[in-house]
């Protein structure tokens, strides 16, 4: 967290104690710059921030004051899934979304793209320039099956901030997060076994799943501490579950991170039952507080945690670079991948692996995390502003989704149907349950920078669930 998202906390926090009222003015910049010790642009940036969640008012040559306070939407409770297998359903739904990606009027709130406009993204163009100059031999012979070693051994560095302490012949490359999940699911599962997953959890898995010959059952899961222990224990003694898909860092939709304690217990689940835990680590490096969170593998003690990742959300989807780090299921992982998929492009691998190498990464994936996080909390607001009350919101710890909970009797399958006609697009909640729950949730995509038109469209989205209420 950087110095002016800090202070800004701390006077959010006395905002909300009453330590000042509404109305009040505020501490001069001059003031709060020498009571902190911190620069006036910092200062200036904090009550920015403020402004933005509409906590505080500028008046010129005033000062700021403290704003009318509006009640914060409430959290989502508990899911309550139905607790049993379930065939897989909603897959024209998601087709229809994967569509939608090809027309360019459509502004897509319900896609899972990251921001590619920002210009930490110009060194990457460099790099792959350079590749294509000075290795334009190696780019066009076939890969190595386990992919570029430098570039295994910049991920085995990169999971070093997550505590999995791996090196570079423990990593196997994928065409991105979604491939490694199902050469996973491929290399310790067969058709017709049952996996247990969050829920809600990312329509891709699900279709992952329904694709491979897969049942699902759904745990309940908190939008705050992420999956039920004990309801995950109930169904691993009711059914023959083979393993688990978890996504505890920055959850894809709800935002969550873990606490180390569930993430021990949930280990000590699977271990205690002999099943796998499919660990899906995508969004991990845009959590927003320092340190990054650990992952369930770096607890790992016998390998059974097989972790997936990619470079799809912390720099492009295109890239088509993910990993697994598949522990004691390696050498079947390996032939999965040599039947399924085969090897992978050389040439994104290189210019990536130079784009870590040179610091750009990092460099990049922090200011991400910053932008991400201002984008979350304005469009928070604009839920509030514009969506009728009753309203719940998830406070996500990272990446760049939101999920909204609306009144029970709003159908978002229909609403995002009359969207469609306005070149607007959104993710129902159905897409994120096996079997259609949360038609009155949708997902949003905060990676869409918070410009004037994308308010306009949360005002039409407002005005439509306003209307489906009626």
Not at 1 to 12: G, I, P
Not at 447 to 455: D, M
Request: glycine share 8%; charged share 20%; proline share 6%.
């Amino acid at each position: 967290m950087t110095r002016y998202q800090h202070l800004a906390n701390l006077l959010a926090q006395r905002i909300e104690q009453g330590f000042y009222r509404e109305g009040e003015k505020l501490p001069s910049v001059r003031r709060l710059s020498q009571e902190h010790g911190v620069s006036i642009s910092t200062v200036q940036q904090s009550y920015q921030l403020l402004e933005q969640q509409r906590l505080i008012t500028a008046q010129p040559r005033s000062g700021y004051f403290v704003a009318p306070q509006q009640l914060q939407a409430p959290v989502p409770q508990m899911s309550r899934p139905i607790q049993r297998p379930v065939e897989i359903t909603q897959w024209e739904q998601v087709l229809s979304m994967l569509n939608v990606r090809d027309d360019k009027d459509v502004i897509t709130f319900g896609g899972g793209s990251p921001d590619m406009e920002q210009p930490g993204l110009k060194p990457l163009w460099r790099e792959f320039s350079k590749v294509i100059r000075h290795d334009s031999g190696d780019i066009l012979k076939y890969d190595a099956l386990t992919g570029q070693r430098e570039l295994r051994e910049q991920i085995a560095r990169l999971m070093l901030g997550a505590g999995s302490m791996v090196t570079a012949d423990d990593v196997v490359i994928t065409s991105g997060c979604h491939n490694a999940l199902s050469l996973a699911l491929l290399a310790v599962c067969e058709p017709g076994d049952i996996i247990a997953v969050e829920s809600p959890t990312y329509y891709g898995t699900m279709q992952l799943l329904r694709g491979l010959g897969f049942k699902a059952i759904e745990i309940p899961t908190d939008p705050v501490n992420g999956i039920s222990v004990e309801a995950l224990e109930l169904a691993l003694e009711q059914w023959p579950v083979k393993g688990v898909i978890l996504v505890p860092n920055c959850n894809n939709p709800l935002g969550f991170i873990m606490p180390d304690k569930r993430k021990r217990a949930v280990l000590a689940l699977a271990q205690s039952h002999d099943i796998v835990i499919f660990e899906d680590d995508i969004y991990g490096d845009l959590a927003t507080d320092y340190p990054r969170p650990q992952t369930i593998h770096s607890m790992d003690i016998d390998g059974r945690v097989m972790l997936c990742s990619s470079f799809t959300k912390t720099i492009a989807p295109g890239l088509r670079i993910g990993w697994i780090i598949p522990g004691r299921n390696y050498d079947r992982l390996l032939q999965k991948k040599y039947a399924v998929s085969g090897t992978n492009v050389p040439s994104t691998q290189m210019a990536v692996s130079a784009f870590i190498r040179e610091g750009y990464y990092h460099r990049h994936v922090r200011r991400m995390r910053q932008i991400y996080q201002r984008n979350m909390e304005i469009y928070t607001g604009w839920l509030r502003e514009y969506f009728p009350c009753g309203i719940c919101v998830t406070r996500p710890k990272g990446g760049f989704m939101l999920w909204v909970e609306l009144p029970a009797q709003v159908d978002m399958v229909c609403v995002s149907r009359q969207l469609c006609r306005l070149k607007i697009h959104v993710a129902p909640g159905s897409l994120f349950s096996a079997s259609g729950k949360y038609r009155n949730c949708l997902r949003i995509n905060c990676a869409l920078p918070p410009i004037e038109k994308h308010r306009q469209v949360m005002v039409k989205l407002g005005e439509a669930v306003k209307m489906a209420m009626e």
